[in-house]
């Protein structure tokens, strides 16, 4: 199913149903363009938002961008995205238990971000990964409240020490996005910028990756990442549609700039 709700006045929750562009589900070979019309009935949901002065958050499990995700229904959300950015305020994903981001970009204008994705890791392991959760404060709670993200705190488990004899499933302060990137606010123009300074900082970049390595205490001796290790991390930030690499391009032309 899929389904819409407001907890408070002002603020919208729509939760999408991401099995209608698994690239695994089979029945996409039929119809990939908007299966059951999940996709109209989110513009109409997203209509009705915006008309009634509501703020949307939508939550998801798939990350669009990502190949899981069929590349025409990643296309078609992603213009729906941005038709209805000043009511999107907030997209939250899972399903590849790492911990990212994701930027959506105006079709006509690939330099211009119009939505930001919060991808969370899972409270299960799921390979190498230490079982994670966020937390999320957001402005809201008063009359002009904007329901935009303010800050991202991540959480998790050692499951090597809590494996132990005596051990115990304490979960522990991961970072703080805001503290840890020296940003202040996260909305997309933010977490665009903050790709690009990534992409010219490399000491930036190790630090993402430190936060987003769940499998870490610390850089490993042994980490390295060349050019297109580099490309391909900082890539998947910002492939908000999977069926557009020019976002990808703009990041990579940054990174060859460097001659690295």
């Not at 990502?66 to 990643?74: A, E, I, K, L, Q």
């Not at 935009?148 to 051990?167: H, K, Q, W």
């Not at 790709?195 to 630090?207: G, H, I, R, Y």
């Amino acid at each position: 199913g899929f389904f819409s709700y407001s907890p408070l006045p002002g603020l919208r929750v729509v939760s999408i149903n991401m099995n209608f562009c698994n690239t695994e589900n089979w029945w996409l070979l039929l119809d990939n363009y908007d299966p059951v019309g999940e996709l109209q009935w989110l513009m109409n949901t997203l209509d009705l938002a915006e008309s009634s002065g509501e703020l949307v958050h939508i939550l998801g499990h798939i990350p669009p961008g990502s190949g899981d995700c069929d590349r025409t229904w990643s296309h078609v959300f992603n213009q729906i995205i941005a038709r209805y950015e000043s009511t999107i305020r907030a997209i939250f994903l899972g399903h590849t238990h790492g911990d990212s981001l994701q930027v959506y970009y105006d079709p006509d204008d690939n330099t211009r971000p119009v939505a930001a994705a919060f991808i969370t890791p899972a409270g299960t392991t799921g390979s190498a990964h230490n079982p994670s959760f966020k937390v999320f404060t957001v402005d809201g709670g008063h009359q002009d409240a904007t329901w935009s993200v303010i800050d991202v705190e991540t959480y998790n488990m050692n499951l090597t020490e809590a494996n132990m004899e005596g051990g115990t499933p304490d979960f522990s302060l991961r970072y703080s996005t805001q503290e840890s990137y020296g940003i202040t606010s996260l909305t997309p123009a933010s977490i665009d910028q903050l790709v690009l300074n990534m992409a010219t900082d490399e000491s930036l970049f190790k630090k993402y990756e430190l936060n987003t390595q769940n499998t870490w205490s610390d850089i490993p001796d042994d980490w390295s990442c060349d050019k297109d290790c580099y490309k391909g991390s900082l890539c998947r930030l910002v492939t908000g549609d999977s069926s557009n690499h020019e976002p990808c391009d703009r990041i990579s032309a940054v990174i060859d700039g460097l001659q690295r």
